[in-house]
C-alpha cells in the first residue's frame, strides 16, 4: 500500500506539467514518456526463462496500459483543463473493479451503483462547464484512457507472479511495447517546428514525466497493485484526484470552483467507499 501511495504524490504534479507540453501532440509527447521510461528499466530486463507468448503477453500489456492510454490521455489535454483531465480519472477504480469481476466472470451489484455515483460526484464538480464545446469529447477521451489503464492493471497483476519474475525483470517488456505503439503512431505526425523550439523548461518537464512519472511511477505502482487486493486497488486509482486538483488550482493557478469540487466530491467519496466494498477481495 505504501508503494501506491508513493505513486499518488508522483503523479499529483503530472497533470498541471503534462499540460505544457501537450501543445507538442500526444503522439509525440507518448513516444517520448514511454522511450525514457524504456531506457530506465531496459538494464534490468531479463526475459529468460519466459516464453514467447509470454514475453508477447507482457509487451501487449505495456502497449494497453502505457502506450494506447497516453494517446488517448495526453489528447483530452486540448479539451480539458488539468484539473478536469485529473478528476474525469475518477471512473478507473470502477473499470478496475469490472475488470477483474469480468475476468471471474461475476459481477457485484455494488458496482452498477458505484457507478452511478461516481457518475453523479463528477457532474456536480464540472456541472458549470458541460456546456463548453469539447468538453464531452475531452471527458470520452479520458475514459478511454482508464479503460486502457485499468485493464493493463488487472491483466499485469494476474500474469506477472506466475512468470516467477521481479518487477523489475518485467517492466522493460511493457514499456518496449508501450514504445512501440507510441512511435508507430508519432512517426508520421512529429511536429518538427514546435520541437525545434521546445524551451529548455519544457525538455525538463518531458525528462521528469518520462523518467520520474512514467518510469519509476508505473513501476512502483504496478508493483504494489500485485501486492495487494482488488479493492484497496481500485481505491487508490483515485488516491491522486484531490492531490492533482490541489496542485492544479493552488501550483498551475488554474481556476477551480471549491464549493462545487468539495460537494462533487462528497459524492465521489460515498462512491469510492462502496467500491471498496464491492472490491475487497483477493
Known sequence: MSLLLIVSIIWALSFGLTAQVSDLGAPFVTAVRTLLAALVFLPFLDARGLSRRQVLAFAGIGALQFGLMYLLYIASFRWLQSSEVALFTIFTPLFVTLAADVLRRRLSWLFLLTAALAVLGTGICVGSGLGRKGILLGFLLMQGANL???????LY?????ASGKRDRDLMGLLYLGASAVAVAMAAPSIPWAKVQAMSLRQVGVLVYLGAVASGLGFFLFNAGARRTDIGTLAVFNNM???LAILASGLVFREAVDWPRLAAGGAVLACALGLNGLSGVRP
Request: net charge positive; charged share 20%.
Open 240 to 242: 491522486k484526484i484531490p
Open 148 to 154: 486502457c489503464f485499468a485493464l493493463g492493471q488487472v
Open 157 to 161: 497483476r494476474k500474469l506477472a507472479p
